[in-house]
């Protein structure tokens, strides 16, 4: 399982940082994706780091205030998520790619889904 945690409640245009820990000697190896779901909402990708080069991608709802990134060592994921928005209130998830160094950003392919973290932003 991977575990999130890090959300809270906050004001609109506030920063968290997330964080996703993992365990096994591979984690270095997967991608990572954040994703998140709001009340009667399908769950979303938010973003997602390679498991090797370490690139990233964004939905373009986050592009440019959130930024992902990794740490192998500590077998951590973090998401930084500035200048929030009430529109971003949701559980975000981190989760792994099925696949060794996977592309995707389909919920469905990503598996070892921890409980979540609950993320509020107040207008």
């Known amino acids: 399982q991977l575990q999130a945690y890090g959300g809270g409640l906050v004001q609109a245009g506030a920063s968290l940082r997330l964080s996703c820990s993992a365990s096994?000697?591979?984690?270095?190896?997967?991608?990572v994706g954040w994703f998140r779901q709001a009340p009667g909402k399908e769950r979303e990708f938010v973003a997602r780091i390679n498991g090797i080069g370490g690139g990233t991608v964004y939905a373009d709802s986050v592009q440019g205030r959130f930024t992902i990134s990794k740490d192998n060592a500590e077998k951590t994921v973090y998401l930084q998520m500035n200048s929030l928005r009430p529109e971003d209130t949701a559980v975000y998830y981190c989760?792994?790619?099925?696949?060794?160094?996977?592309?995707?950003?389909?919920?469905?392919?990503?598996?070892?889904w921890g409980q979540g973290t609950q993320v509020t932003v107040s207008s």
């Open positions: 989760a792994a790619d099925r696949t060794l160094n996977g592309r995707s950003v389909v919920a469905s392919d990503y598996e070892r």
């Open positions: 096994g000697r591979t984690f270095g190896y997967y991608t």
